[in-house]
């Protein structure tokens, strides 16, 4: 499987139900509702790499049919999503944000990152690099890039 491939893998748990999104989400990607769903349910999408227009509509069309369940839906975003989700005002509608992915780029030593952060959590425009300690810049205009925030 290679990075882009995409996998959808859904795993019940006692008091919600695990579906994990990863690879590139486009024309081939299947999202399908898991059956039966009673209980919350908690998308893991950090490991999204890549978004196209086609997939997009896609992910719309799985969320409206998540909303209708009447169930809570939770969403841990990858910097594509949370950059889909700032320009698409129904990308997550219906879901809680509980996480997302930001990016950051290191001018020293061209180290990229992407830490995750929680809904409501302060996001710097720099921090620290990993690798060689100088500082990392936002690798985006970051008021864009948050605008997901103010949509909910």
Known sequence: MSADDFKMTIERAPDHLLITVVGALNETSVLELPG?????????????????????????????????????????????????????????????????????????????????FAFNDEVPETRPCSQCKQSMEFDDEIDSFLSFRRAV
């Open 36 to 116: 039966e769903v009673a209980t919350p349910i908690r998308i893991n999408g950090e490991g999204i790499t890549r978004i196209n227009s086609l997939g997009v509509s896609a992910w719309i069309r799985f969320m409206n049919s998540l909303k209708t369940l009447g169930v809570p839906v939770g969403v841990r975003m990858s910097v594509a999503m949370a950059s889909q989700a700032s320009m698409i005002s129904n990308f997550v509608e219906g879901a809680s944000i509980e996480s997302f992915a930001a990016p950051y780029y290191c001018p020293a030593c061209e180290n990229t990152e992407e830490p995750v």
